[in-house]
């Protein structure tokens, strides 16, 4: 049985428009900066105002105007399910048509989970969410933690249910050497947004202690900057901690270019205080470096504790570069480490994985 996909996008351009990428159909929603889709951000430059109605002014901006989109789209295409995020759903029902929820967490979850003080806008948008999300005929999330989590807030009880593992981009798959390292050249790695939630300060903190054992280790970092920090202010903090010399700030790096960055690292650390999956760990994974992650959410589905990896307590500087600095010192476990973690990667996160098991849940409907 063949399928045809059509997928709705935010983006950032000047009109509407669709295109055909690989067999499938895409419609972009123009988001900026002034029309339908950015009246919340600039709402959330507001003090106070912003904390309490910017999000839920992003969910009814973003679900008219995914409405508007399919409605339109339907009227000249027949379209027998919807699939869908947390967000932008509050008026699929209206179609009639099953739909799949495929759950990565919002701004709620992140700010719960991660022990953040959640905003009464982020509540009050969630509550909407909700709502609309326990119309959902199929519960898809990444990881088992996520799917107990969605379950208990949506009271969801149905059996069509199920965990798929998010995949490794096949441009990062194309690659699979491993380069050697000299002995004493050893490079940290962390992938991923640059923002408190993820640890950023204390992977900072663990540096400063590792590098007063030996100054030449080097942490890579690359990612975009979130909302809880601003390049000044972590720059600041790099200089605050006499790190300058002993960290790469990357930037958003482009995933034709990402494969180098893992190949060119010795381990890889991932601090989080919340993650419903954490792709960045299966990335590194993938291409053989040891880890070292914080035991929550969604990350002890991708990371097997003394297996391919360390899993260790969120918050704690001291004992994150402890860990360091003793799997530095026993080059046997991480070897272990390194061809358990690209076995578990290459037969589990990938995208065949996801297909065929999302064929299955077409059917199903």
């Not at 909302?227 to 482009?254: A, C, M, P």
């Not at 180098?260 to 010795?266: A, K, L, P």
């Not at 470096?289 to 504790?305: C, E, F, K, Q, Y």
Request: positive net charge.
């Amino acid at each position: 049985m063949g399928f045809r996909i059509i997928v709705i996008t935010p983006k950032w351009e000047s009109t509407d428009r669709s295109f055909v990428d690989n067999g499938v159909k895409v419609h972009t929603i123009y988001k900026g900066p002034i029309l339908r889709g950015t009246i919340h951000w600039y709402i959330s430059k507001l003090p106070i105002f912003g904390k309490l109605f910017a999000l839920v002014i992003r969910e009814i901006e973003w679900s008219v105007a995914v409405f508007l989109k399919l409605k339109k789209i339907i009227k000249k295409e027949s379209v027998d399910i919807i699939e869908t995020t947390e967000t932008g759903n509050l008026f699929l029902s209206y179609f009639n048509k099953p739909i799949i929820l495929r759950a990565h967490a919002d701004f709620y979850a992140r700010q719960l989970l991660s022990g953040e003080r959640v905003w009464l806008g982020a509540r009050l948008a969630w509550s909407l969410q909700k709502y609309f999300m326990k119309m959902s005929k199929f519960l898809i999330t990444p990881s088992d933690f996520q799917m107990k989590w969605m379950i208990k807030e949506l009271r969801y009880y149905s059996s069509n249910k199920m965990v798929i593992p998010n995949y490794i981009h096949p441009m990062l798959t194309k690659r699979r050497e491993n380069k050697i390292l000299d002995d004493d050249t050893i490079s940290l790695l962390y992938t991923g947004r640059i923002e408190k939630i993820k640890g950023i300060i204390e992977l900072l903190d663990a540096l400063e202690i590792i590098i007063s054992n030996n100054s030449s280790i080097t942490l890579t970092i690359a990612g975009s900057f979130s909302h809880s920090i601003t390049e000044k202010e972590f720059l600041d903090q790099v200089t605050k901690r006499k790190l300058n010399n002993n960290i790469n700030y990357l930037g958003y790096v482009d995933i034709n270019e990402l494969a180098d960055v893992y190949i060119n690292s010795t381990l890889f650390i991932m601090p989080s205080y919340f993650e419903t999956f954490c792709i960045s760990i299966a990335e590194a994974m993938y291409f053989g470096l040891p880890v070292i992650a914080t035991n929550v959410g969604g990350v002890p589905s991708v990371l097997d504790h003394n297996k391919n990896g360390i899993l260790i307590e969120k918050g704690d500087s001291d004992l994150l570069a402890k860990s360091i600095i003793d799997l530095l010192k026993q080059p046997g476990k991480m070897e272990m480490f390194s061809k358990e973690g690209k076995n578990k990667a290459m037969s589990t996160f990938t995208l065949q994985s996801v297909v065929e098991k999302s064929i299955n849940i077409y059917n199903l409907l």
